[in-house]
T-cell receptor, first 117, second 110 residues
Framework: GAVVSQHPSWVICKSGTSVKIECRSLDFQATTMFWYRQFPKQSLMLMAT?????????EQGVEKDKFLINHASLTLSTLTVTSAHPEDSSFYICSASSGRGLANEQFFGPGTRLTVL | DAKTTQPPSMDCAEGRAANLPCNHS???????VYWYRQIHSQGPQYIIHGLKNNETNEMASLIITEDRKSSTLILPHATLRDTAVYYC???????????FGTGTSLTVIP
């Protein structure tokens, strides 16, 4: 149980185009989903937190107009990188939480590697 | 911001116990200690978590000091597949966000 998937697993796009990444909780309802970004040899950096049906909360320094997050259902969140540029090339990881239990555990997806040419 | 300090790297011989330390001297009374690991180019994998008592599961043991200012993750019999970056994270019981620190890169040597 507690499986989170991401699609696509990797994507290459031209500079200036937009890319959408999907995050799905396959066997549980995710009241909250999180998006992280990870550059090579660095740690995961939290970008934003999204609750189903409401606007995402972005971490300081993350441009909300560039990284559009939609969490329209309890099993799906999407991250759209708008007008992507080479510096947006990174490993994007989502996680999901059902909000249940004392530990309020998060389950991570396998990540999406974005390369912007 | 991450509230933990970990050594950047460690080596461990295959079959031996791997002991990964974590310092969280500013931990609050309502914060859990979580451990995740990330194998290269994959999403983080949950290992274990605890509040103040020692915990054990099929993957590892977590030893938390009495003052809760530090903890140690123990992989009892390390295998080559345990080579990964291990992250120690503290978070409030009712909290949502995980803020990752720099982690410890563990290399298991044949």
């Amino acid at each position: 149980g507690a499986v989170v998937s991401q699609h696509p697993s990797w994507v290459i796009c031209k500079s200036g185009t937009s890319v959408k990444i999907e995050c799905r909780s396959l066997d549980f309802q995710a009241t909250t989903m999180f998006w992280y970004r990870q550059f090579p040899k660095q740690s995961l950096m939290l970008m934003a937190t999204s609750n189903e049906g409401s606007k995402a909360t972005y971490e300081q320094g993350v441009e909300k107009d560039k990284f559009l997050i939609n969490h329209a259902s309890l099993t799906l969140s999407t991250l759209t990188v708008t007008s992507a540029h080479p510096e947006d090339s990174s490993f994007y990881i989502c996680s999901a939480s059902s909000g249940r239990g004392l530990a309020n555990e998060q389950f991570f997806g396998p990540g999406t590697r974005l390369t912007v040419l | 911001d991450a509230k933990t300090t970990q050594p950047p790297s460690m080596d461990c011989a295959e079959g031996r116990a791997a002991n990964l330390p974590c310092n969280h001297s500013t931990i609050s009374g309502n914060e859990y200690v979580y451990w995740y690991r990330q194998i290269h180019s994959q999403g983080p994998q949950y290992i274990i978590h605890g509040l103040k008592n020692n915990e054990t599961n099929e993957m590892a043991s977590l030893i938390i000091t009495e003052d809760r200012k530090s903890s140690t993750l123990i992989l009892p019999h390390a295998t080559l597949r345990d080579t990964a970056v291990y992250y120690c994270i503290v978070r409030a019981i009712t909290g949502n966000q995980f803020y990752f620190g720099t982690g410890t890169s563990l290399t298991v040597i044949p």
